[in-house]
């Protein structure tokens, strides 16, 4: 960095002098010197074309079970993550070459796993890990003669594969990170990190990308700083074909991408123990497989209508997915996502949108069978929880300001599973209503489009 400043010293001390030694002493008479273009970037704007591109962002999600779950209440949690990328070609002259850093600190409390009792977010900034994070240290290298993009470092795979074009446009986060793949497939999700490699070709715009990650449950207890493996217990293979065009060319455009997973890493029974018994009526440990489990999943989205087709920023964008494992021992057989996202109502407020977003979770036999045994043992009665439990949302983001957005959201929940909390539960929850705000500072993250 010193180095660097040196030498641009040395460059600005030399243009100087090149100035001065080509400017007349004295301006013949009636002439003027033309006057200096005025740099009006703020240093934001400067760092950028440097080749610092920062990034912020701030969410404060409040919400309140007003109806159903396992008991009524309200919470608020939240986050910041910030970071740069640095474009290595303007900064040390490797072209092609990027770096990404970031961190995270959350804070605060969930009513999904405090007073619903799902083990879905329905804040999708809180995390249970109240601590300083090392979201991402990676080094991208596109190699532009092969159409070849290798990424790898400190990562996590949700942001690589099976990613949603908009669910993170959304407070609750069945589809920021995909729910099933993050549980089920061994997905490392945001803000914890592994060692991974993602290595993409993209000849125009279809693409194949394959990737390999580090399993390691460690990961949400040690910062996102401790480097070693010693802790790992598997590897997670990605892959994923599809095709994505973006406004710059296309009208409307269109994400398709279709993929697939393997993960070597042992897993445990949702409903059995060590001795084969059922876990939620005698406790115990649960029973262990050797690894070995796959999945596939399907996600498509496209800009459907605009209602000026000279202009890309108000339009209506549809959306849907769906993933699941195929083996049997797991929590879910198969996750369904679909949803509409509308910017700009109105020409008066063309930055605002309506979202509204509904998701399918199907759990197995087992995973209701374990919630069935916990409230047998704790009331003795015979209801049963469905397989079946769905997730809405409906909100409606208001741009304050340029980078300030405020997110009133309603969110239902029927037929809510107590995956996420357990204790002292002696009944089927009813059905649940959550109502929420989401304040939001967002400079150039995720959704900030």
């Known amino acids: 960095m010193i180095h660097r400043f040196a030498i641009a010293a040395l460059f600005a001390v030399a243009a100087s002098a090149a100035v001065a030694q080509t400017t007349p002493d004295a301006q013949e008479p009636g002439q003027t010197t033309p006057e200096t273009p005025k740099d009006t970037r703020g240093p934001v704007d400067r760092l950028r074309d440097d080749g610092i591109a920062l990034r912020f962002v701030w969410a404060n999600d409040w919400a309140g079970s007003v109806r159903g779950g396992e008991r009524l209440g309200a919470t608020n949690g939240g986050g910041a993550v910030g970071g740069a990328d640095l474009d290595m070609g303007k900064l040390a002259g490797i072209d092609g070459g990027k770096m990404h850093i970031t961190f995270a600190r959350y804070y ?36 532009s003669d092969s159409h070849i993009n290798v990424l790898a470092g400190r990562l996590n795979a949700t942001w690589q594969f099976a990613r949603s074009t908009y669910g993170c446009r959304f407070v609750s986060a069945p589809d920021c990170p995909y729910q ?30 394959i990737g390999a990650f580090e399993i390691n449950p460690d990961r949400r207890n040690n910062n996102g700083l401790d480097l070693g493996i010693n802790n790992a217990t598997g590897v997670m293979i990605p892959v994923e074909a599809g095709y994505e065009t973006s406004f710059a060319n296309d009208p409307y455009p269109k994400h398709l991408k279709i993929g697939g997973w393997y993960n070597s890493a042992d897993f445990t029974d949702p409903e059995l123990n060590t001795k084969g018994l059922h876990r939620g009526l005698v406790g115990g440990t649960a029973r262990s497989y050797d690894g070995g489990r796959y999945g596939l999943y399907v996600l498509a989205d496209k800009v459907v209508w605009k209602p000026d087709a000279n202009s890309n920023t108000r339009n209506l964008a549809v959306f849907g997915s769906v993933t699941g494992p195929l083996d049997n021992a797991e929590n879910y057989t198969l996750q369904s996502t679909f949803g509409l996202l509308w910017t700009g109502l109105s020409a008066a407020r063309p930055n605002d949108s309506l979202g509204f977003q509904g998701t399918l979770f199907r759990f197995s036999r087992k995973a209701v069978g374990y919630e069935d045994d916990v409230i047998h043992k704790g009331s003795g009665t015979n209801d049963h929880f469905a397989r079946n439990e769905w997730m809405t949302e409906l909100n409606y983001s208001y741009k304050l300001f340029p980078v300030v957005s405020l997110v009133p959201n309603l969110q239902y929940i029927m037929h809510p599973d107590i995956l996420g909390n357990t204790a002292g539960v002696k009944r089927v929850p009813a059905n649940a209503i959550v109502i929420g705000l989401r304040v939001m500072v967002n400079m150039g993250g995720p959704g900030s489009q």
Not at 132 to 141: D, F, H, K, V, Y
Not at 182 to 208: C, E, H, I, M
């Open 108 to 143: 605060g409390h969930s009513v999904a796993a405090d007073d619903i009792g799902v083990v879905q977010k329905i804040q999708g900034y809180w995390y249970p890990k109240r601590q300083w994070q090392l979201a991402q240290l990676s080094w991208e290298q596109q190699f």
């Open 180 to 209: 099933l793949t993050n549980t089920t497939g061994g997905f490392s999700g945001f803000p914890y990190v592994n060692w991974g490699a993602r290595v993409k070709y993209q000849p125009d715009a279809r693409y194949l990308s």
